[in-house]
């Protein structure tokens, strides 16, 4: 016998999958790479972009990933929302105010602190 699903549940793990759904082509966009992906969303590299779903389930940490990073990249779109190419470019261009590296890089290095940081930069928490 299959165990039931309480609908909430089940509507909670829709939405969560329709997060990931979201996020994946807007980190193509950026021009991030498979390992740079994955790297971004908290996964080994071992580990395949499929699991992330049950990856998420499991913690909240992919959660906060995948938030952030939406909240990035519609920070930015709502900054130039004639042109959200180049808003996305801003990922990959190089800045002053981070040292020379780029968002992207940041995000890579620091993980899941860096995501957090070039956040509140976008968001006026950090001075830029």
């Known amino acids: 016998m299959i ?3 309480p609908l909430a549940e089940l509507t909670e793990l829709t939405e969560l999958a329709a997060l990931v759904d979201e996020v994946l082509p807007i980190l193509s966009a950026w021009g991030a790479n498979l390992e740079q992906q994955k790297a971004l969303l908290g996964l080994v ?3 395949d972009l499929r699991t992330l779903r049950t990856r998420l389930l499991q913690n909240e940490e992919g959660l906060t990933r995948i938030k952030t990073l939406l909240a990035i990249d519609e920070n930015m779109c709502r900054a130039l929302p004639h042109t959200p190419t180049l808003a996305r470019l801003w990922v990959t261009t190089h ?3 981070l ?3 780029t ?3 940041i ?3 620091e ?4 995501i957090l940081r070039i956040d509140a930069m976008l968001n006026g928490s950090e001075s830029w």
Not at 111 to 114: D, I
């Open 45 to 47: 590299s071992e580990e």
């Open 107 to 109: 995000m890579l290095i």
């Open 99 to 101: 040292e020379g590296d």
């Open 95 to 97: 800045n002053l105010l």
């Open 103 to 105: 968002p992207l890089d």
């Open 111 to 114: 993980g899941l602190q860096g």
């Open 3 to 5: 165990p039931e699903t």
